[in-house]
């Protein structure tokens, strides 16, 4: 009896130690298991954190860039315009300064000073008697002509007594001397209403620094401490490297408090956005994840120790403490269980054959069973076939690989949900080291991957649209080439044609509706291998697969310039709509994408160079014809701010009197190294590129000035004006008009305004309400160019209206003999008659024209037979020697007829186009 009870004893201890060595191995593995997690979790925390800065961040540099840019286009337009603001009378400028303070919400000012520093003008209606001539921006506009946007320091308004950042432009004469600034203010508080607008309460130390590092604007809106330095090592080595954007680990003095930083400068401003989070927050809930696991730890431990305590006695007595031992063991299985419950993230330990050894309660949501139908059972009566194939696969790799494996990937929940996991699973061996499973746990980053996955869509897709943007141009271009590698893909730019004039007249809301409808309709007729993105703006690129030689080519942007012509109806609004194409072929204009865009787009630039509405392939020529473009602006802009564009004029005659009644104004450019250059090409840029607002104020205001000083007794001329089709789209034409007609005294039954037809088509309605509010204030309104372009007969009969300009095209035909020219001005005057509205006629060049536009019934003519255009001295000159109906005036010397050969080829190239705004 005695001897089966020491036997006993042996086998319980045998047992029991066998058990020992699986616990101490199952503790080990549970330690390196969450040892690993903690220290990679940790890592995830701080990286997670660093990344949620560097956005914040980004957000933050936006929305300052965004402030300040709309801030600068106020400073911008006043100092571009500052000679009509000197003219202005006190009330009249701080109204209009007023106007340009609502389009600026985030300034609280906007204010003019004079060249010693006094504010003479003031949004708010009474400029302040402060002074700021020794304020250090201020200074440094005087001093420095090419200064541009200044932004000063913190400061404390004399004005206004509170924090302000000011925004200061120069303001000068045309001679580049500095006659004082123009200002705007942003209140300190207003960035910390931004800050909490943006970032609510998420960040505990948000500023925005100046380039010596002094405060200007914080999260808690501090205003003891704006304008201070702020002492923080980490940052001043940030602003003496030059970085653009920068994180650190850093400790403020002023608290002690560890924080992450992170750094980024505001574009080109003297700008730095300092955003940060205590470490104690962001390791937070790691800290609370390192007691939970050290907590469970230390009683698995404390357990173990009892456990080895008991075990180490005697073997002889282990036959009585065998009833002890087994329960102790069950305890410790409960313990170990509590351990995996306390992981808040699903964990589970599975054998090499797959069968669950123990899950934790966070793990039984994701299979929908209770513990009972998962511990002891195999994968597959878990899950599904397809997911349990999947996770003996993943266990699998672990047991091959012997070491810590990690994954990630979507995951079925047993509700149907889908959720996104990153799965760690690490060999489970025994005291031997053999392997003996897998120990695993799975945390939940569907948020995360989430984020991701926009911030990803927005850096390869445009938001407006939804289309691709350009990066994806290139990866497309190579799968073209790889799947067929003798094809010759081709990449063609679309730009919409006077695109701005909707946005200008229309609103940037129907401007984006526009560009929306005029992608999708592009997108229906291409090719599935076509690729289609937005460039920006109005610009849309096309890489196109292979369509098989250069006519298939050409019958695709035909068949674009189609669809894109089809009406767009928006709020009860018809707009027609153009575009221009240029392409390019690869490989013979280009291998690269890069190549192929610069050399698509100088195609571009010939189709709308061509009229618009047109496609151009690429020629090599384009390339200098671009540069020339490049060079012609830069040459325009220098001359128009030197003031060297002047102004000629073309006289008109009455065909019954052969009096003088009345010049157009014709804009002619002479360039000391070129000489005169036509209006026909220097025109087209300045629309085109935005400069013709400007050029066209100069030219209206300097027309108007000019016809007060003709002196001409007993006569009062009419001067004619071209606007252009810019000009007329712009909603402060009116305003515009009204105001020269006021600052120079000129009648305003003495302008008369010449619009074209294929401008009142652009946008009738707009253009009638223009119209008719002209015709309010006294000004003549003429169509130029009659018979050549698409108007409506509706819509003429509805525009208010006092002449009709017959286009010279029509006229020079005139005496030819079977011609259908002498038909269709026959029509014009007669259909002028109805109506009620006189007639001119431009390109009179010989008498026999004069005598037949007379016979017809036209009214008014003009042309090279009468006079040539003339300097505004010249002008006096011709009442004296009126013509009477026989002979031209200011003829040039050995031409016949008013007119020569010379200047019949110089009219048709161009050099001496009648082209006026």
Known sequence: MQMEESLMGRRLYARNR??????????????????????????????????????????????????????????????????????????????????????????QSLRIADADGRFIFDAG???????????????????????????????????????????SRRLEVAEGVFVGHVQAAINARQFGQLFRRVLGEE???????????????????????????????????????GDAEGAQLA?????????????????????????????????????????????????????LLALLRVWSRNYRQAWRLAAEMEAAYRDSEQRARTLLDSIPDPAW??????????VNEAYLPLCGKAREQVVGFLLEDVWSSRQAAIFR??????????????????????????????????????????????????????????AEERVRYLAEFDALTGLPNLSQLPAHLVRLLASRPASYPALLCLDLDHFKNINDSLGHSIGDRVLQALAARIREVLAADDLLVRQGGDELII???????????????????????????????????????????????????????????????????????????????????????????????????????????????DLASGQLIGVEALLRWFDPAEGWISPARFIPLAEETGLIRQIGAWVLRESCRQAQLFDFPGKSLVVAVNLSAVQLASPGIVDLVAL?????????????????????????????????????????????????GYSSLAYLKRLPLDKIKIDRSFVSELTEAGGRDAAIVQAIIAMARKLGLKVIAEGVEERLQADLLRAFGCDEAQGYFYARPLAPDQLPALLPAAPQNSGPVFAVPGEKTGVGEREKAAKKTGQDSVLSL
């Not at 404390?156 to 950042?165: D, G, P």
């Not at 925005?208 to 330095?229: N, V």
């Not at 010449?754 to 003549?780: H, K, N, P, Q, W």
Request: overall charge negative; charged content about 25%; aromatic content about 6%.
């Open 393 to 450: 696969y993943q266990d699998y790799e672990v047991l091959t690989a012997g070491g810590r494996v990690e994954v990630a990937g979507k995951l079925r929940h047993a509700d149907g949900s889908e959720r996104y996991y990153e799965y760690v699973r690490s060999p489970l061996r025994d005291a031997r080291g053999e392997t003996i499973g897998v120990a695993g746990f799975a945390r939940d980053v569907t948020e995360r991957k989430a």
């Open 125 to 167: 209606g009474v400029p302040p008697t402060a002074t700021v001539a020794d304020r250090p921006y201020r200074l440094r506009l005087k001093s420095d002509p090419a200064a541009g946007l200044v932004l000063s320091e913190p400061i404390f308004a004399r004005v206004t007594h509170n924090w302000v950042i000011t925004l």
């Open 543 to 653: 890489l196109a697969a292979d369509r098989g030689g250069v006519s298939a080519l050409a019958q695709m942007a035909q068949q674009l310039l189609e669809v894109a012509s089809l009406p767009v109806c928006i709020e009860d609004r018809e707009l027609r709509l153009s575009i221009s194409v240029g392409m390019a072929l690869c490989p013979h204009d280009g291998k690269d994408i890069e190549t192929l865009l610069k050399n698509a787009d100088a195609a571009l630039h010939g189709a709308k160079a061509a009229g618009r509405n047109a496609y151009r392939f690429f020629e090599p020529e384009m390339n200098a014809k671009a540069a020339d473009r490049v060079d012609l602006d830069t040459r325009l802009r220098k001359a128009f701010e030197a003031g060297e564009l002047r102004l000629h004029y073309q006289p008109q005659y």
């Open 18 to 107: 066998l058990q020992a060595y699986v616990g101490v191995l199952v503790l080990l593995a549970f330690v390196v298991l969450l040892v690993s997690d903690l220290y990679f979790s940790r890592g995830r925390e701080t990286a997670h954190a660093d990344r949620e800065l560097q956005t914040l961040g980004h957000m933050l540099q936006r929305h300052v860039l965004d402030t300040v840019g709309r801030i600068d286009v106020a400073l911008s337009a006043v100092a571009s315009d500052y000679p009509r603001w000197a003219s202005l009378p006190a009330g009249e400028a701080n109204r209009q300064l007023a106007i340009w303070l609502q389009r600026i919400p985030d300034s």
């Open 349 to 358: 330990l599975r054998d090499c054959n797959g069968r669950f050894l123990a």
């Open 251 to 303: 400790v403020l003095p002023d608290d002690g408090v560890e924080r992450r930083f992170v750094f980024r400068r505001v574009g080109n401003l003297p700008l730095v956005i300092v955003v940060g989070r205590a470490s104690s927050d962001i390791l937070a809930q790691w800290r609370i994840k390192a007691g939970v696991y050290a907590l469970c730890l230390s009683l698995l431990l404390i357990a």
């Open 203 to 241: 960040l505990d130390f948000v500023a925005i620094l100046d380039a010596d590092m002094r405060l200007i604007a914080t999260h808690h809106g501090d205003q003891a401490k704006l304008g201070q330095p702020l002492v923080l090592p980490a940052l001043s080595a940030f602003l003496a490297r």
């Open 740 to 788: 020269v007609l006021q600052e120079t005294g000129l009648a305003p039954a003495c302008l008369e305004l010449e619009i074209t037809e294929s401008m009142l088509m652009e946008d009738a309605e707009v253009a009638v309400e223009t119209l008719a509010a002209f015709r309010c204030m006294g000004v003549r309104l003429a169509i130029d160019d009659f018979g050549t």
